[in-house]
């Protein structure tokens, strides 16, 4: 997958409603860490999010692009665990 193929299958995620911007956070060694800020839509809320990735020989034939960490599935999960246990937790 190259950066155009990742940043297209992240505005197809069904909870990302599009893509705001995107930054390069560093470049070490032909390998570049971008922050795609997403606006993400969950049932009547919203949240304007970071998503990280990787590009590897970016502009060149052998250019690929990696989710980091974890594919935006799973930490939007992680993220909606967080906020409902928050919710559900009483005020001390």
Do not use: H
């Amino acid at each position: 997958m190259t950066k155009a193929e990742l940043l297209v299958d992240l505005e197809r995620k069904e909870f990302v409603d599009r893509v705001i911007s995107v930054v390069e956070v560093e470049d070490k060694s032909k390998v570049k860490w971008y922050q795609a800020n997403v606006f993400q839509v969950y049932e009547n809320s919203a949240v304007c999010a970071n998503v990280d990735f990787y590009v590897t020989d970016e502009g060149t034939k052998e250019e690929k692009a990696y989710y980091k960490d974890s594919l935006p599935e799973s930490k939007v999960q992680a993220e909606l665990a967080t906020k409902t246990k928050s919710i559900e937790e009483p005020i001390k």
